[in-house]
């Protein structure tokens, strides 16, 4: 599956954006997707993940409350909304895709990749 993030910009701290990753499969609906970001210097890092049902949704700490994962797959679709941006979340954001049950946070597990769109967050 090809995915094409976008939706990334300049926000000042206590912003929102919305981003998107589109699919090119109708099997997107079967995948685990997740949003991952990685800032200059730095390793990828685990942001949210959802699995095909929508039941399992895992964060990680640092945006849990301000970020929300969801997917629309009749639209082939993924979407992250961040709210309440701090200067720390300044990073390029990938959405990745992977089959199986379980939904790993380490980006290894994920096997389809985005090109990523750069969030810049000023304080």
């Known amino acids: 599956v090809q995915l094409q993030a976008s939706g990334g910009g300049l926000v000042q701290a206590g912003g929102s954006l919305r981003l998107s990753c589109s699919a090119s499969?109708?099997?997107?609906?079967?995948?685990?997707v997740g949003w991952f970001r990685q800032a200059p210097g730095k390793e990828r890092e685990f942001v949210a993940a959802i699995d095909s049902s929508e039941r399992r949704i895992y964060y990680a700490n640092s945006v849990k409350g301000r970020f929300t994962i969801s997917r629309e797959n009749a639209k082939n679709t993924l979407y992250l909304q961040m709210n309440d941006l701090k200067p720390d979340d300044t990073a390029t954001y990938l959405c990745?895709?992977?089959?199986?049950?379980?939904?790993?946070?380490?980006?290894?597990?994920?096997?389809?990749w985005g090109q990523g769109t750069q969030v810049t967050v000023s304080s």
């Open positions: 990745a895709a992977r089959q199986g049950a379980v939904v790993y946070k380490d980006p290894a597990n994920y096997y389809y």
């Open positions: 499969e109708r099997t997107f609906s079967t995948y685990i």
